[in-house]
């Protein structure tokens, strides 16, 4: 199975920072991989599919990038609303999650 | 609006046995893969199992293989998640998910908790 690894595990970060998080897969996914942002007691909100599409109504400060087996999630100027986990997902085969990036407020 | 809906979680004794429910509606549900995500506390989202449009496939995490079987009813639209033998680690905030075809989800229900414990 395709492992994915996300980094770092927490990143604290200000209103208005440029925000960058990896995901590595174990083996090449092409670009088969999704970001979503989860606040606590709620469910995942998909951001990105395809490594690079925007989900219909998620801001445009979010962005995704990458292929093979890197891929980065970045939030050009982080807004208040936007602290949260957020974790990258591998869409083929066994869908497995990253372990999940906490964006907390420095 | 699509709406997915779960129930039947809470507390269970080791070993004993529970069946989750997902209530779909707002899509033609009996067009759409179908999937279990669970969530331990203060822990990441782990995929469990999903289910195709007609029932004939289905995978498994291979912690649960044996133990959960998932299933659906597309008359009812409704999704299943049958768990027996469980075990403390499978104490976990249980989320359906429709799939899209390309393998994310883009449609999650609020979860149901379900604690394992004697």
């Known amino acids: 199975d395709i492992q994915m690894t996300q980094s770092p595990s927490t990143l604290s970060a200000s209103v208005g920072d440029r925000v960058t998080i990896t995901c590595r897969a174990s083996q090449s996914i092409s670009t088969s991989l999704a970001w979503y942002q989860q606040k606590p007691g709620k469910a995942p909100k998909l951001l990105i599919y395809q490594a690079s599409s925007l989900e219909s109504g998620v801001p445009s400060r979010f962005s995704g990038s990458g292929s093979g087996t890197e891929f980065t999630l970045t939030i050009s100027s982080l807004q208040p609303d936007d602290f949260a986990t957020y974790y990258c997902?591998?869409?083929?085969?066994?869908?497995?999650f990253g372990q999940g990036t906490k964006v907390e407020i420095k | 609006e699509v709406q997915l809906v779960e129930s039947g979680g809470g507390l269970v004794q080791p070993g004993g046995s529970l069946r989750l429910s997902c209530a779909a509606s707002g899509f033609t549900f009996s067009t759409y893969w179908m999937t279990w995500v669970r969530q331990a506390p203060g822990k990441g989202l782990e995929w469990v199992a999903n289910?195709?449009?007609?029932?004939?496939?289905?995978y498994y995490v291979d912690s649960v293989k044996g133990r959960f079987t998932i299933s659906r009813d597309n008359a009812k639209n409704s999704l299943y998640l049958q768990m027996n033998s469980l075990r403390a680690e499978d104490t976990a905030v249980y989320y359906c998910a429709r799939d899209h075809s390309g393998g994310w989800y883009p449609s999650w229900g609020q979860g149901t908790l379900v604690t394992v414990s004697s």
């Open positions: 289910i195709k449009q007609d029932g004939s496939e289905k």
């Open positions: 997902q591998q869409c083929i085969g066994y869908k497995a």
